[in-house]
């Protein structure tokens, strides 16, 4: 016999054999089992989600010989002809290449004729969003009443296209996407039942890219066997789609730890000379760091036959959540702008060496500042990404107030001392006047002179209304006008906002240590392998 493709060889014949779709199957069953039949059914979902396979399968439960029955027999003459297309009273059509009011003319004008020899004449229409807005009319007078020996099934990838009134007359099911873990367990009996020898890893790889589709999934995986000589093998399955090596992502991300350009970009070269899919490194890389950011939040997401588990637990407890966080969202961006990139190799390392120059400031990063400022070192140099001035909260534990600003301030406020963060406490703010001075530095007070700096993620507190919110009550405070100079760049010291997020991180630091040092959660933990859930944890006000 002639090789036939998985796709068509493994469609299923009977809801039984249907997978993924539960919600469909079972209500499309309980409403035959219980005679409870309309005259029109629509089916939408993404390509190769099972549309018109369960039109067929529906047309045999309602031709079926034995009776209508969400079980067929699958032998009668009705079901073998359905099963093979080539069955009288079921007629299909493609409204993609039938769009005219014509071909729907044509098409219904002999559903008023009785059914040759099923028990209803069935009508799929595939792509029925295709169809012109004459041929809609056309098709409605019928389902508005449709003779009783008809049955219309309609399947679509775009339901917004399909008119108001069509969508009416229909009986709606919404066929959803297949899971990875659904795709890889059928390509596994698949193959088992084929004989034909897989590696694990390669099916999972199969599945992500069919994004879905069982149909693109079994192509796929036929592909995959001639690709690899009658086997499905994971170095076969990667070369085949492209796929980057998981170990050049964590050599990225490890090159990204030790903040080591050159490494970075060598893995970049190495990739290159493999000529591996940037667009799907990226891809790949964000799906990495989502896990990383699961291990750091819910381990137990990671499914725990996967290959990386232990390397992404290890990353986990070494980037910090903010990196991740940050990695993940330039790695978005830089997959948004590649076709933007002179080329694809420039657009890649592009995207790394923003990762490597952005990055959450650290309590170091903070103490060098002043210092690099008393050196000379002129404030432009410093970067002024938004994601730079995002300070480490949980880092940050007990940060030193900013020295006093030497100035020479008006009489009436001689008794301010410089402390920026004393003095907001002291002036206990409220709405844009507390905003704009939580997220300030101050830089420096003279001749009744306040000048600020706010760093510009947060430029928008530096409008007039904001202004004018604070200027008024260190007016009010100090007893005579003050000036407020607000400069927009990166910030010298730290701001009262980021103070409060330390000390909030410290009592929570010190409250968790107080848990874990427990005497009865210790013996917890020893003797029935308990674990401390840090998240639960709150410290007393």
Not at 60 to 75: A, D, H, Q, R
Not at 246 to 264: C, H, K, M, P, V
Request: charged share 25%; glycine share 6%; aromatic share 4%.
């Amino acid at each position: 016999m002639p090789y036939q493709v998985l796709a068509r060889k493994w469609r299923p014949k009977s809801f039984a054999e249907m997978v993924g779709q539960e919600h469909v199957v079972r209500a499309l069953s309980n409403a035959l089992d219980q005679q409870r039949l309309h005259h029109a059914y629509l089916f939408t979902g993404t390509r190769g989600v099972g549309k018109t396979t369960l039109g067929r399968i529906l047309a045999k439960c309602l031709n079926c010989e034995t009776g209508i029955t969400s079980k067929p027999c699958g032998v009668c003459a009705a079901c073998t002809e359905i099963d093979r297309g080539r069955f009288v009273d079921m007629i299909e059509l493609d409204a993609a290449s039938n769009t005219g009011i014509d071909n729907m003319r044509e098409v219904l004008d002999n559903a008023q004729y009785a059914p040759t020899v099923g028990r209803f004449k069935v009508y799929l229409i595939d792509e029925v969003h295709m169809l012109s807005k004459a041929a809609f009319n056309s098709m409605l007078k019928t389902l508005e009443e449709p003779p009783e020996h008809v049955k219309f099934i309609l399947a679509t990838t775009d339901p917004q296209k399909i008119p108001v009134t069509v969508l009416s007359r229909c009986l709606q099911f919404n066929l959803k996407q297949m899971s990875q873990s659904a795709i890889v367990g059928h390509l596994e009996r698949v193959l088992c039942e084929e004989g034909i020898a897989f590696e694990a890893p390669a099916l999972r790889l199969l599945a992500r890219a069919a994004q879905g589709s069982m149909r693109d999934a079994l192509s796929l995986t036929d592909q995959a066997i001639a690709h690899g000589s009658g086997r499905v093998l994971e170095a076969e399955v990667r070369a085949m789609l492209g796929v980057v090596d998981q170990g050049y992502l964590f050599d990225l991300l490890d090159a990204l730890l030790r903040r080591e350009g050159a490494a970075l970009i060598g893995v970049a070269d190495r990739m290159a000379e493999r000529s591996l899919s940037f667009d799907g490194a990226l891809q790949d890389l964000g799906v990495l760091l989502h896990q990383v950011a699961l291990a750091q939040t819910t381990p137990e997401a990671l499914a725990d036959d996967l290959p990386e588990r232990e390397r992404i637990l290890g990353l986990a407890q070494t980037l910090s959540p903010e990196e991740v966080q940050l990695h993940y969202q330039i790695v978005l961006l830089g997959r948004r702008d590649l076709h933007l990139a002179p080329d694809e190799y420039a657009g890649f390392t592009m995207t790394l060496l923003r990762m490597l120059a952005f990055r959450p400031e650290s309590p170091g990063d903070l103490a060098q500042a002043p210092a690099a400022r008393a050196a000379g070192v002129p404030a432009q140099k410093k970067t002024e990404m938004p994601a730079s001035a995002a300070h480490t909260p949980h880092a940050v534990a007990n940060p030193a107030r900013p020295a006093a600003v030497a100035a020479t301030p008006p009489a009436k406020a001689r008794a301010f001392d410089g402390d920026w963060i004393a003095l907001v406490e002291r002036l206990r703010l409220s709405g844009m006047a507390r905003m704009l001075a939580e997220h300030c530095v101050l830089e420096s007070f003279e001749q009744g002179v306040l000048r600020l700096v706010v760093p510009s993620e947060h430029r928008h507190l530096s409008e007039k209304p904001y202004q004018d919110k604070l200027c008024g009550a260190l007016t009010a405070h100090f007893g005579e006008p003050v000036k407020l100079v607000i400069t927009v760049g990166a910030p010298s010291g730290i701001t009262p906002a980021q103070q409060q997020q330390g000390e909030r991180a410290a009592r929570q630091a010190r409250a968790v240590e107080a848990i874990e040092q427990d005497p009865f959660v210790r013996e917890l933990v020893e003797q029935f392998d308990a674990r401390v859930i840090e998240s639960s944890i709150k410290p007393i006000q």
